[in-house]
């Protein structure tokens, strides 16, 4: 020390005073799983692509959602967005709208012609995929990217199975659908129309595939037994909703009987109402137990579609001229099941459709070693694969709830496996994160920001036309919405714990490299722990 | 509330930076080369809130004077964590005075620069509420009257912390220091007396008089960088926890400074000449046991022999300074 004692020290010596040995726990950087992640049935990573959104680059945040889903503009109008349900938003104001964000990018990339990158290399493999639904499409696309030869055996004459033929137009407009599938052929898979499948083994003999990828889907209406005079005007709800997209619209007449309580009811009732007729929904339990999901209940009794609650058909007697048919009034047990009455009813009813669900056609797995079935649908393993080698499956025909979104994460995990079984190895997916919950947030730095409210067409074209429902969001309010995003565990660059360290002992490495700390230095406070607004950072014990 | 806080992009003005914000807009901590007037090494306690308010303000003080800066130092916690010899954390021309006469070196350091025709070089004050509120007041005073060209911010910690915490005239009513027992029928310290320093440096009729808390770092540094754009004599008095002082958790200390704005319990303004021209208003308003019960300091007033008639009396503390102030959205201030 040359200075003289206690006249001047030399600016910024406290270097040399190592505080971060007073330390018991200290504090690290990490990511957790945000809730939409671990929500999404097709994987995809929201909060990732959110972030890019956030920003304004829009073509970035389509690039990170494609990784996991190729079909975002469909998926922002047909999901029922699980992710929304578990936002941690939803505890602060209202959930952030994820659907609507991602239908806009969706849009916006068939609006602006933006494609997928193609693969790096070819891999010399060979893959059929059964079946031109959302699993299917899912499973060619990601295979396509992984640089494996694909081809699709579609048996019908169109693409996009139960995304076609069982959701209604006015739910999902066909040429949004086209161009989502289009720009996965773009990729090099090949599609080949009435191709039905009749035996598996034989047609991978044929066209020299190395793996198959079974997503048939279920599409044979479930029946059920109604005593009736002429049988002809009973129909099922699929085949009701396949013939919209024919020539020949099914002939229903004026009421129309919708039987059953789930999405396919509502989809059917809706679909007739547009087409001029008067349907009628009967369901033997209530709405609070109906497996429908409510704001489709809701929207379809706004369009002015009848419901009959706690009801089931006993009989009915229609003839060429109408009829009517005999409905018998349940009540609820304890358990709430629903139990007859004893009490009937008359409805006029020119025809009666059957919603009761819908079973898988598994024709083309006759004979196949080592499958098993049970209660119709097809078994597979944590890795999609039959019992027998080099079959996978995936979609409505294996056990699952039955959504295009669950299809879609069937397909991409399929192709995962599929691709890591045709070189010889396993897809070990790696672990995931811990979930980030609403604790350990710090809900403080977020702006007051309602949700977007989406619009919804006027009711009269809703009773008179298949025009889509529910509009997108447009460029400034897409932003809005994307801005609403907590970007729970993942940071975001908001420099808070930088800032709030009392110990300058947090390093800031510049746009996009996030922080580090300067543990010779960090005290073990933990302010940075409290004051990270997305849960990021987390306190552990030192080894002492 | 003065400066114009960005209304969204995810979170605002409310984070210290945000990527989504451009680099003008954003604030000086954000910054990659920031001041850093308190280096890293100094000794103050874990989440220590004096040491984090004194790197805001200095850092801000310093972006605003271009790096041209001389700060004197009362004696006290900021002093002693800071500089133990032969080590300082200072970054920035820094002198330490005696306990007292903070005011009076600065205004001489002043009365120096203005012979010397330096009138880029401008001059901060600073010290502890002991030193400013009790030991050093006269000298404060001193400097109010003349209007000397000194910004004075005091760190408000509301007692004697480097000694062991004992009672100074900033020392909230009911708290428990060492000086102040929780004994008696009046546990802690006494109520009505105290001084309200603002509110007597406003009473100097100075040009700029200022409260702000480590909890809202963008409204601290706004009125920073608005005194360093004044001259005469200006005052900034600065909410800063003390986790060792208050028996709070480490963490906690920006918490417990919000809630101390969010209850009213410590009214966040700024008066020029004597005359209040803004209030950071409440965002959530909270009761104030909310600001209590993690302290240990107001242990007393809760549990087994609780208090509830004191706590309505602090209670009625904020409400006055809400109701003073105009510190809610929906009422109207005549002043304002």
């Known amino acids: ?544 | 509330m003065g400066f114009q806080p960005v209304k969204f992009y995810q979170t605002g003005t409310y984070t210290v930076g945000n990527r989504l914000l451009a680099a003008d807009e954003s604030s000086v901590q954000a910054g990659e080369h920031r001041a850093n007037a308190i280096n890293s090494g100094h000794r103050a306690c874990q989440g220590c809130g004096e040491a984090l308010g004194a790197r805001y303000a200095i850092d801000a003080a310093m972006a605003e004077s271009k790096g041209q800066l001389i700060a004197a130092n009362a004696t006290g916690c900021l002093e002693v964590f800071s500089t133990p010899y032969p080590e300082s954390s200072w970054q920035v021309p820094w002198i330490h005075s005696v306990f007292g006469n903070a005011a009076a070196v600065a205004t001489g350091i002043a009365a120096a620069m203005k012979v010397k025709g330096r009138q880029d070089v401008r001059v901060v004050a600073q010290g502890g509420d002991g030193g400013t509120t009790d030991i050093g007041f006269g000298c404060l005073s001193g400097m109010f009257e003349r209007n000397d060209d000194v910004l004075y911010i005091c760190y408000d910690n509301e007692a004697y912390m480097n000694t062991g915490v004992q009672r100074s005239s900033a020392t909230p009513p009911a708290a428990r220091t060492a000086t102040t027992m929780p004994v008696g029928p009046e546990p802690g310290n006494v109520f009505g007396q105290g001084k309200n320093v603002p509110e007597i440096a406003m009473a100097h009729g100075i040009p700029y008089v200022a409260t702000a808390t480590v909890a809202d770092l963008r409204d601290l540094e706004y009125k920073v960088r608005k005194a360093m754009n004044m001259h005469g004599a200006r005052y900034l008095h600065l909410f800063v926890p003390c986790p060792l002082g208050w028996g709070t958790a480490s963490h906690d200390t920006i918490r417990i400074a919000r809630l101390a704005k969010e209850t009213g319990m410590f009214p966040v303004f700024e008066a020029e000449h004597g005359e209040v021209t803004g209030v950071l208003k409440i965002r959530h308003k909270v009761p104030i046991e909310e600001y209590l019960k993690p302290q240990k300091r107001f242990a007393h007033l809760f549990g087994k022999h609780a208090h509830p008639e004191t706590v309505a009396r602090l209670q009625a503390i904020a409400d006055r300074n809400i109701r003073k102030y105009g510190l809610l959205e929906a009422e109207e201030f005549e002043n304002v």
């Open chain 1, 1 to 544: 020390m040359s200075e003289p004692f206690a006249i001047t020290l030399k600016p910024g010596t406290s270097l040399t005073n190592l505080t971060g040995t007073w330390r018991t726990e200290r504090p690290v950087y990490l990511d957790r799983l945000p809730p939409c992640n671990n929500a999404c049935p097709a994987g995809e990573n929201i909060q990732g692509w959110l972030f890019h959104a956030e920003s304004g680059d829009y073509e970035q945040a389509w690039r990170v959602l494609v990784q996991d889903n190729p079909l975002p503009a469909v998926m922002g109008r047909v999901c029922y967005h699980p992710c929304e349900t578990s936002c941690n938003r939803g505890q602060l104001d209202q959930a952030v709208g994820i659907n609507s964000v991602e239908r806009f990018l969706g849009d916006e990339a068939i609006k602006r012609g933006w494609k997928f990158d193609a693969p790096a290399s070819a891999s010399g493999k060979k893959v059929l995929v059964v079946g031109a639904g959302p699993s299917g499409l899912s499973a060619a696309y990601h295979l396509a990217r992984m640089g494996h030869k694909v081809e699709i055996h579609e048996a019908g004459p169109l693409s996009g199975g139960m995304m076609r033929f069982g959701i209604p137009k006015y739910r999902l407009p066909r040429e949004v659908l086209d161009a989502e599938v289009q720009r996965i052929l773009d990729l090099g898979v090949t599609l080949k129309f009435n191709a039905k499948v009749a035996n598996i083994e034989q047609s991978m003999k044929q066209g020299g595939f190395d793996a198959s990828f079974l997503a048939v889907g279920a599409h044979i209406g479930k029946r059920t037994m109604i005593p009736a005079g002429d049988a002809a005007h009973i129909v099922d709800a699929v085949s009701v909703l396949r013939s919209m997209e024919g020539e020949d619209k099914p002939m229903l007449g004026r009421k129309v009987v919708v039987y059953g309580g789930g999405n396919t009811a509502i989809d059917v009732a809706r679909t007739v109402k547009r087409m001029g007729a008067e349907p009628i929904i009967v369901y033997r339990r209530t709405r609070d137990r109906a497996p429908a999901h409510d704001f489709e209940i809701e929207e379809a009794l706004q369009e002015g579609v009848m419901i009959k609650w706690l009801s089931t058909i006993k009989q009915a007697d229609i003839g060429k001229d109408g009829g009517e048919i005999t409905v018998e009034k349940m009540q609820l047990d304890d358990k709430g099941f629903p139990q007859p009455t004893g009490e009937f009813e008359k409805l006029e009813a020119d025809s009666v459709v059957l919603a009761l669900g819908q079973d898988v056609d598994l024709s083309l797995l006759e004979g196949v070693k080592g499958l098993e079935i049970k209660d119709g649908t097809v078994q597979v393993g944590t890795n999609m694969m039959t019992g027998h080698p080099g079959i996978f499956a995936g979609g409505d025909m294996v056990p699952s709830e039955r959504t295009v979104t669950v299809a879609v994460g069937h397909g991409k995990k399929a192709a995962r496996h599929i691709d890591a079984w045709l070189h010889g190895s396993e897809d070990k997916p790696s672990p995931k994160h811990e979930l980030v919950t609403y604790d350990k947030l710090n809900p403080w730095y977020y702006s007051d920001a309602d949700k977007t409210v989406r619009p919804m067409l006027d009711i009269i074209r809703r009773q008179t036309s298949f025009d889509e429902v529910q509009g997108g969001l447009d460029e400034t309010n897409a932003l809005f919405e994307a801005r609403r995003c907590l970007s729970c565990g993942n940071c975001f660059e908001c420099d808070n714990c930088y800032g709030v360290c009392p110990d300058n002992a947090v390093i800031k490495l510049g746009p996009g490299r996030r922080f580090k700390f300067n543990y010779d230095y960090c005290k073990g406070c933990g302010i940075c722990v409290s004051e990270c607004p997305c849960g990021a950072i987390k306190m552990v014990p030192e080894d002492i």
